[in-house]
């Protein structure tokens, strides 16, 4: 492992990896593999997000969690694990806790209106804002599109097939989660210790992160000291999941992260946010890769696949209750 201490997390351009130039693509796979390796986080410009699709899919996302309570609630399905349409507030706390986090959210998955055949629960979305069908499922394939690319250099810099995630992501188990961290105006009413989201690893294999509203997200650097994560307008940022880690032995790291609650006086404004968990089929293999164990680093995780490795963490982070 490289001892480099980031003080904020490295930057790539996603058209180096799709160019021609080898040399270009190589050097890609190499910084992403090392930041990977490393702090576990990067920023990438040229994803494919539009300036357009951006503001389309902010604005809608804000409408829906100005509607009242009372009809919010009614896109929040049991028994979907919040898999599907709105979770309400507090209903989901990090993995160890009991407190819920400051934030309510809302979820879409694959398009299964365009191909019925897949494994999944229909989408549910808000007849009371048109635009956010259109604006979310263009969002989602914009990000799978560029997630995919992005697990090619993976693939690269882990020596396997470049192609060797394509079939267990293309129709993968991904979601797009639309959060609104909501505003507080009277701070009494916040439980003892609740954040807007306390301190985490994501389930997946990569999160690609549009850029927040506000500041908050940090990430846990490994001299156990948190920094900000801060990306530009034109950049996402993306980070390795639990899956991926375990895939690859902890050679690739899933870093702990949260978002703090805002200072006093701004408790009362809001934080948007819309992270793209990719996923892949419940049946992939999340056996650890052959190549990630030697002697100086044993194998550390049982075999499992994503489906029961997703399932036991959304009992842990409250989402699937058991009876």
Known sequence: MSDILYDEIPAV??????SNDELRKQTFVQTLGAAFNNIGFVAVKNHGLSEKLTHNLYQSVKQFFDLPQATKSNYEVQNLGGQRGYTSKGKEHAKGRNIGDLKEFYHVGQDIDRDSSLPYPPNIFPQEVPEFAP??????RTLETAGIEILRAIALYLEL???YFDDKVKVGNSILRAIHYFPIDNPQDVPEGAVRAAAHGDINLITLLMGASAEGLQILRRDGKWIP????PNQIVVN??????RLTNQKLKSTLHRVVNPPHELLNTPRYSVPFFMHPVSQMNLSCLDSCIDQSNPKQFEDITAGEFLNQRLR????????
């Open 13 to 18: 351009d996603l058209n180096d990896f799709t």
């Open 135 to 140: 604006a979310t499922l263009e969002a989602f």
């Open 161 to 163: 097939d470049e192609f």
């Open 229 to 232: 994560v801060t990306a530009l």
């Open 240 to 245: 390795v999941g639990d899956m991926l880690e």
């Open 316 to 323: 842990e982070i409250g989402l699937i209750k058991d009876l």
